[in-house]
């Protein structure tokens, strides 16, 4: 079945940077739109940026240019390099396939943004 596993998470002071992993099985993964996602307290699940097969990238207005999705094809591997992190950035990321809204979601990967 499909399966997403966040990693990379952790405690930042602001300023920081961190990189997040998502390793995924069960589909196909260089065909598919691959997202990252996160979840503030109290707070709708929001899309942060997007990865679009050959290279396309869709980034959520917050996070432009502090924020960086890449992929691995070959691994079936999505990351999100996070640099100038705010205390805003608190929340648990998540990866996803936009277009699938039946798919499991993964654990995710909680990132703390505090002094």
């Known amino acids: 079945q499909v399966q997403f596993v966040e990693s990379g998470g952790g405690l930042v002071h602001p300023g920081g940077s961190l990189r997040l992993s998502c390793v995924t099985s069960?589909?196909?993964?260089?065909?598919?739109?691959i997202a990252w996602y996160r979840q503030a307290p109290g707070r709708a699940r929001e899309l942060v940026a997007n990865?679009?097969?050959?290279?396309?990238?869709i980034y959520d207005e917050s996070v432009e240019g502090r924020f960086t999705i890449s992929r691995i094809d070959s691994a079936n591997t999505l990351y999100l390099q996070m640099d100038n992190l705010k205390p805003e950035d608190t929340a648990v990321y998540y990866c996803?396939?936009?277009?699938?809204?039946?798919?499991?979601w993964g654990q995710g990967t909680q990132v703390t943004v505090s002094t």
């Open positions: 996803h396939r936009p277009t699938e809204s039946k798919d499991a």
């Open positions: 990865s679009v097969p050959g290279g396309g990238t």
């Open positions: 069960g589909f196909l993964f260089k065909v598919y739109n």
